[in-house]
């Protein structure tokens, strides 16, 4: 198995993205699994080296990058050392970068002989599920997508009332990393951002829309991401199976830094189910 690992890209607002690749070299093109990392995430958090081994191992030619306004830099990629850019994010930068990504991975000729352009997938964990299910109703080159503890709506997740007021007054407000105990800033620009994009970044209205091959997966006691958001994708979706874990969690038995040389069981069953997925809906 090959890893090229940290590719840099442009993307949003001229920054770069962070990509790797997995696969198996054998010169026969793969199906393209491209993974997007959630909020307070990046590419290269707790097992997803592991998940994308286990992909490449099982035929898939793995990616798996940073947004470009995550909060992490070229030369320290894992955790937030520029909380400017983080700041700065929003859910249009990471629409925008999810694109770039797939115009590299469908144009670039380094991987012509290893990856099926004509066969491309995604797949999103938490908020990263939820730009995967928005890229995937509107991109026709997407032809399956999978969703990790995927959130089903944006709007709730900002704040309201008098802390929305105090926000847009402010121009920030800052949310606790519970595991580096940063301070993480959000500018108010990422609400007027999607309050001008509200249409474009319902996920509620991009599920009913498409008629793609969608897997739901989701852990019943999930913390962060209630089941029912689960639940509510499922029922919107035209062609969803949902995939329920009984007792795990948001990152599915994981951490960070994970240290072991194995998935935890949990994630090692998420990855199979969603390798079977892919497989069982390929052309």
């Keep these: 198995m090959l890893q090229d690992k940290n590719f840099q890209i ?14 198996k070299s054998d010169h026969h093109p793969k199906p393209i699994v491209i993974f997007a990392h959630g909020y307070k995430g990046y590419k290269d958090w707790g097992a997803w080296d592991l998940v994308a081994e286990k992909f490449a191992e099982a035929g898939f030619f793995f990616i798996k990058f940073n947004f470009s306004h995550n909060g992490g830099t070229l030369e320290e990629p894992i955790d937030f050392p520029d ?39 995604l797949i999103g964990h938490s908020r990263g599920g939820g730009i995967v299910a928005l890229e995937a109703a509107r991109d026709d080159k997407v032809k399956q997508f999978v969703t990790w503890a995927g959130v089903s709506d944006f709007e709730s997740r900002f704040p309201k009332g008098e802390k929305l007021e105090k926000w847009r007054k402010e121009g920030v407000y800052h949310v606790e990393n519970g595991r580096t105990k940063q301070q993480m800033p959000h500018n108010y620009q990422f609400f007027e951002d999607f309050k001008a994009n509200e249409n474009k970044l319902n996920i509620k209205r991009a599920v009913q829309k498409t008629r793609k091959p969608y897997l739901i997966v989701h852990a019943k006691n999930d913390p962060s991401v209630d089941v029912e958001e689960a639940e509510k994708l499922h029922k919107w979706a035209k062609r969803s199976e949902l995939f329920l874990l009984e007792d795990s969690n948001h990152v599915f038995g994981t951490k960070h830094p994970w240290e072991k040389a194995d998935l935890s069981e949990d994630l090692a069953s998420v990855s199979q189910k969603t390798i079977e997925f892919l497989k069982s809906n390929q052309r």
């Design 10 to 23: 442009k993307g949003a607002e001229g920054r770069k993205i962070l990509l790797d690749v997995y696969f």
């Design 83 to 121: 909380l400017e850019a983080f700041a700065n994010d929003n859910y249009s930068k990471q629409l925008f970068d999810i694109n770039c990504v797939i115009d590299w991975i469908l144009t670039t000729k380094r991987f012509i002989s290893e990856a099926d352009v004509n066969d491309l997938s």
